[in-house]
């Protein structure tokens, strides 16, 4: 299926989509929007997003601030998007959507989004990969099965402590690699020298590590593989009566 579409400050719309509309994060997004800004996983959290905590599973999600009365996107100018190379996922689909089904669908009308009336000609899999959307899945691939696992969806999986953790591997790769440098992390999980020496300074790497880890602890106990020594100590401390520590 083809469609239309061109964005341009020409238009009479131009940035109307940026205001009052609710844009939720993903963990790449995250990345990508604090590295653009300079600033920590941490303060770009908690001068841009809310945390909301799904109602069925407990699973944090972020949402980005809108400011002022018309609620604008807070990167918005007059110009367009003061991050432009380095927007959410949201903004690079729009004004286009995909269904459960796959089917392609849009978020606004031809009446509120002049784009879609634009002569430039686009096929679903063309605009995705002039958006730069075609990375996301291969970053997330680890997020998005734990997020459409049938575990997260039937029943209520995380408690507030775990929440606290998902939270930090998943959106906050700042506070997880102090967590993994500074923790027994490396001690429990055998993980390869170059991912190690990677993750030191690579917040993508990081990320993928993260995932890697919230998968083993909610999903597969085979996605990060204990070292030896690790199981060894478990087996004596419950021989002992003790509990490892983790």
């Not at 905590?53 to 367009?80: A, Q, W, Y």
């Not at 989004?113 to 634009?118: F, K, Q």
Request: include cysteine; glycine fraction near 4%; hydrophobic fraction near 40%.
């Amino acid at each position: 299926m083809q469609f239309n579409f061109a964005c341009r400050k020409g238009l009479p719309c131009f940035t109307q989509c940026c205001q009052d509309v609710n844009i939720f994060l993903s963990p790449y997004d995250v990345v990508r929007m604090k590295n653009r800004l300079g600033i920590s996983s941490e303060e770009f959290l908690e001068a841009y997003t809310t945390i909301l905590v799904h109602k069925d599973s407990g699973v944090p999600v972020v949402r980005l601030n809108m400011v002022g009365e018309e609620r604008k996107c807070p990167f918005i100018t007059s110009e367009g998007c003061s991050i432009y190379p380095d927007r959410p996922w949201a903004c690079r689909m729009a004004p286009v959507d995909v269904d459960d089904a796959g089917n392609l669908k849009f978020m606004l009308d031809r009446t509120q989004c002049l784009g879609l009336n634009e002569p430039t000609a686009w096929t679903l899999e063309t605009w995705m990969a002039d958006q730069g959307l075609d990375v996301y899945p291969e970053v997330e691939a680890a997020f998005n099965d734990i997020m459409s696992s049938t575990a997260l969806k039937e029943k209520y999986v995380l408690n507030p402590e775990l929440t606290e953790m998902f939270l930090m591997a998943a959106y906050n790769v700042d506070r997880f690699r102090r967590f993994v440098f500074e923790s027994g992390f490396f001690k429990v999980f055998d993980i390869p020298a170059a991912t190690v020496e990677a993750v030191r300074t690579d917040d993508v790497e990081l990320l993928k590590l993260g995932f890697q880890w919230l998968k083993f602890g909610l999903l597969d106990r085979n996605a990060l593989k204990i070292r030896e020594e690790a199981i060894e100590a478990r087996k004596a401390d419950a021989v002992k009566g003790t509990k490892a520590p983790r």
